[in-house]
């Protein structure tokens, strides 16, 4: 039985490939975190894939899927095994002068040479093994452990109540779709988290925002990673 505090934020978010800052301050920012795994994977956004920083600018690392309509995250496949040899050889090519590259780079190359037949085993896998990187985390489930009626709202109620929350965390865009009178039926209070991406050391030109976390990691090291991520945060 999980003793439940005076408050209690869930935040759930869809697994992704390398994600942003802004992805694990908002886990950070939670008591539980969900991984939403069982909902419709949806095309050109960024379960599988993000951005580094390269000579003249910015370039994708897309891991190619097999994807039908109506499949869920959890059950999309990688359609070209040999995509992490690729993707390590990028961040060799770019990052490997960084100062932290020789601390960071084996643990990440590990998991995204190993085979993983479906996407979100990898997503999954590499965000825990960055949150290695990043300090104390709050506990982690995926939803398709957790029985839960259909339908957005319904769905994410049901998440949080099974992980007695008292508070969801929403990312902004939530203002524009959530029912949050249902959340207040519910016992719910939502909060919306909001982030300020900090500026950091890279390596380069000009400053990018925005980029997979690795690129803090690789330039600022494990030590400093969650005091510059955290600094962005701008609510409680």
Same mark, same amino acid.
Request: with cysteine; proline share 7%; hydrophobic share 40%.
């Given at each position: 039985?999980? $003793?439940?505090?005076?408050?209690?934020?869930?935040?759930? =978010?869809?697994?992704?490939?390398?994600?942003?800052?802004?992805?694990?301050?908002?886990?950070?920012?939670?008591?539980?975190?969900?991984?939403?795994?069982?909902?419709?994977?949806?095309?050109?956004?960024?379960?599988?894939?993000? %951005?580094? %920083?390269? #000579?003249?600018?910015?370039?994708?690392?897309?891991?190619?899927?097999?994807? &039908?309509?109506?499949?869920?995250?959890?059950?999309? #496949?990688?359609?070209?095994?040999?995509?992490?040899? &690729? =993707?390590?050889? $990028?961040?060799?090519?770019?990052?490997?002068?960084?100062?932290?590259?020789?601390?960071?780079?084996?643990?990440?190359?590990?998991?995204?040479?190993?085979? =993983?037949?479906?996407? $979100?085993?990898?997503?999954?896998?590499?965000?825990?093994?960055?949150?290695?990187?990043?300090?104390?985390?709050?506990?982690?489930?995926?939803?398709?452990?957790?029985? %839960?009626?259909?339908?957005?709202? #319904?769905?994410?109620?049901?998440?949080?109540?099974?992980?007695?929350?008292?508070?969801?965390?929403?990312?902004?865009?939530?203002?524009?779709?959530?029912?949050?009178?249902?959340?207040?039926?519910?016992?719910?209070?939502?909060?919306?988290?909001?982030y300020e991406h900090p500026?950091?050391?890279?390596?380069?030109?000009?400053?990018?925002? =925005?980029?997979?976390?690795?690129?803090?990691?690789?330039?600022?090291g494990a030590e400093r990673?969650?005091?510059?991520?955290?600094?962005? &945060? &701008?609510?409680?």
């Open positions: 039985m999980i $003793a439940v505090a005076e408050r209690r934020v869930a935040a759930i =978010h869809q697994p992704q490939y390398l994600p942003w800052l802004g992805y694990f301050d908002k886990l950070l920012a939670a008591d539980v975190f969900v991984y939403l795994d069982d909902v419709q994977y949806v095309k050109n956004e960024w379960k599988n894939r993000n %951005k580094i %920083k390269i #000579t003249t600018g910015t370039t994708w690392l897309t891991v190619p899927v097999n994807y &039908r309509f109506g499949q869920t995250i959890r059950e999309v #496949t990688i359609a070209d095994p040999d995509f992490g040899r &690729r =993707h390590c050889q $990028a961040l060799k090519t770019y990052y490997g002068r960084c100062p932290s590259f020789d601390e960071v780079y084996p643990a990440v190359e590990e998991v995204v040479r190993r085979p =993983h037949p479906l996407l $979100a085993e990898l997503c999954i896998e590499l965000t825990e093994v960055l949150l290695g990187f990043l300090g104390p985390a709050p506990p982690r489930l995926r939803s398709s452990t957790i029985e %839960k009626r259909e339908g957005p709202t #319904t769905r994410l109620i049901d998440l949080c109540l099974a992980v007695q929350a008292t508070h969801y965390l929403s990312g902004p865009a939530g203002r524009d779709y959530l029912d949050l009178d249902r959340f207040t039926e519910a016992g719910l209070a939502v909060l919306f988290h909001e500026v950091y050391p890279q390596r380069w030109d000009a400053f990018v925002s =925005h980029l997979a976390v690795i690129d803090l990691l690789l330039n600022v990673s969650r005091e510059v991520l955290l600094s962005g &945060r &701008r609510n409680p």
